[in-house]
């Protein structure tokens, strides 16, 4: 069993940074693909990125891509979500994920085995 812990989140202006964490335990980190989904209030979860057990194959959602950076370090079993130039739009509370899928890829919530508790980041002036 994999427990997953998001931090980082919080209130900042439309053009801000902000960097947010997801530490993981229970479990061997290396062997997830780990993913970031958001959700908005009164919509879906939706796919924001992942990064393959490797670290060196990412997937980002149209709208983040060049504003968005997914990173892990195995050995601190952590993954990180860079994001920059953020937008009012971008308000959602973030969650990490992890999936037992060997090598592939996946931006399907379903997919993935364990679910942090959530970040909430706000954007507004």
């Known amino acids: 069993q994999v427990q997953l812990v998001e931090s980082g989140g919080g209130l900042v202006q439309p053009g801000d940074s902000l960097r947010l964490s997801c530490g993981a335990s229970g479990g061997t980190f290396s062997r997830y693909t780990m993913g970031w989904f958001r959700q908005a209030p009164g919509k879906e979860r939706e796919f924001v990125a992942a990064?393959?057990?490797?670290?060196?194959?990412?997937d980002y959602a149209d709208f983040v891509k060049g504003r968005f950076t997914i990173s892990r370090v195995n050995a601190k079993s952590t993954v990180y979500l860079q994001m920059n130039s953020l937008k009012p739009e971008d308000t959602a509370v973030y969650y990490c994920?992890?999936?037992?899928?060997?090598?592939?890829?996946?931006?399907?919530?379903?997919?993935?085995?364990?679910w942090g508790q959530g970040t909430q980041v706000t954007v507004s002036s």
């Open positions: 990064i393959r057990w490797t670290g060196l194959t990412t």
């Open positions: 994920a992890a999936a037992s899928i060997g090598t592939m890829m996946t931006r399907t919530a379903h997919l993935y085995n364990y």
